[in-house]
């Protein structure tokens, strides 16, 4: 399978806990996205990575919220002291960006579902 | 207002219909827009982009974008129940930092009637 992964699928968490997502993406995609998405709303932003950089946050992430992709390849998103706010699925998205305002298609994995209880 | 606008549905179409789905957007320099669908349970996918005014055409979809007006629009000619999903319009821009950045709407759910 050569698509985004994502591990686990789904997760069962105690409001205070913390929780750590894996992402592994498409080998050659070197811009890699967070987005959050939650019942009946889209996918939002959260945060983007141009190999190892993170590029950008959203204010959507408070400081609870930490992600790092060291090699340039697979990446993770910790929460922290998980909130029942927090409960949502957690999508991964990889893409080959070649320039600003690249027109390249997203491939989403199929998330990761967090439930805080 | 929100970047990214669309009416949540739901929309329900009989099946072999025209099925509609409309969405506007705020930013003015954006330059690429999409349509992902969204079963139930699953991931976004790529259905439709487009760049350029005007029509453009894939099998039994029709994107339809109005730069002018910052509307797009997604036609599903000849609705099988196959398309019963949430569509999501995305739209990219560039961030406050200078960042590419896709920002979807809510997407708006769609039933076919057999």
């Known amino acids: 399978d050569t698509g985004v992964s994502q591990d686990p699928r789904h997760k069962i968490t105690k409001r205070g806990q913390n929780v750590t997502f894996r992402c592994d993406p498409i080998?050659?995609?070197?811009?890699l996205y967070w987005y959050r998405q939650t019942l009946g709303q889209g996918p939002e932003f959260l945060t983007y990575?141009?190999?190892?950089?993170?590029?950008?946050k959203s204010r959507l992430l408070s400081d609870r919220f930490s992600a790092e992709r060291p090699k340039g390849s697979f990446s993770t998103l910790e929460i922290q002291r998980t909130e029942q706010g927090d409960s949502a699925m957690y999508l991964c998205?990889?893409?080959?960006?070649?320039?600003?305002?690249?027109?390249?298609?997203?491939?989403f994995g199929e998330g990761s579902r967090l439930t805080v209880l | 207002q929100k970047e990214v606008e669309q009416n949540s549905g739901p929309l329900s179409v009989p099946e072999g219909a025209i099925a509609s789905l409309n969405c506007t957007y705020s930013d003015r320099v954006s330059q690429s827009f999409f349509w992902y669908r969204q079963y139930s349970g699953k991931s976004p996918e790529l259905i439709m982009s487009i760049y350029s005014n005007g029509d453009k055409e894939d099998g039994r979809f029709t994107a339809q974008l109005n730069k002018a007006s910052q509307y797009v629009s997604l036609l599903i000619r000849d609705s099988q129940p196959s398309d019963s999903a949430t569509y999501l319009c995305a739209v990219n821009g560039v961030s406050n930092f200078g960042n590419e950045k896709l920002t979807f709407g809510t997407g708006t759910r769609l039933t076919i009637i057999p």
């Open positions: 080998s050659e995609h070197n811009r």
């Open positions: 990575f141009q190999n190892e950089a993170q590029l950008e």
């Open positions: 998205a990889s893409s080959l960006g070649l320039a600003v305002l690249n027109t390249g298609e997203l491939f």
